[in-house]
Structure formats: C-alpha cells, structure tokens
C-alpha cells in the first residue's frame, strides 16, 4: 500500500497581484475593520463587540482615499458600489458617534 503525500496548498504571494486587485482588497479589509471598531460587527474570531472611534475613523479615510485612487482605473458599477459603501460607513460613523 503506497503512502500518500499530503499536499500542501500553493504559497500564495500577494505581492504579485495587480495594484488595482490590491487597492480593492484593502478596501475590503478596512471596511470589514472600520464596522468591527464602530461596535456593528462582532471582532473577528470572538464574541464581543469591541468599538474605537478613532481606528474606524482612520479605517473610512483611508477607504475614502484608496477609492479616489482606484476609481479612474475601475468600471461605474465597481465605482457606484464603493462609493456605497463609503457614504454608508460614514453615514453610520456619524449616527453612532453623536
């Protein structure tokens, strides 16, 4: 009976993704932190709601930033759904903040 390898995944490099690929992936890396530090998401891998104002604040500014960067690059649609999701995220930063 042959002994089977495990095989382990590929080493994935993020390093050699587009720049565009990437400035869409820390959107959505900071967007899922700025709802976690605004208290409307629970913190990844607990069950607590843990909220700090001012990393949700430097979470939306720079989604603000990175989408002005990546929106002459992207399509409308990609474009219209940023841009939704940053006036939600400071809409909401603002509701709860007052």
Known sequence: MEHEKEEKPPIFDIA???T???LELFINVLSAQAWQH???RLKTGTDKIEKDFERAKVAID???FLTDKLE???QDSEKNRLRS???DLQINFVRIKT
């Open 38 to 40: 605004m208290g409307l």
């Open 20 to 22: 565009y690929v990437l």
């Open 85 to 87: 999701l940053l006036a």
């Open 16 to 18: 050699s993704l587009d």
């Open 72 to 74: 002459p690059h992207i």
């Open 62 to 64: 720079c989604i603000a």
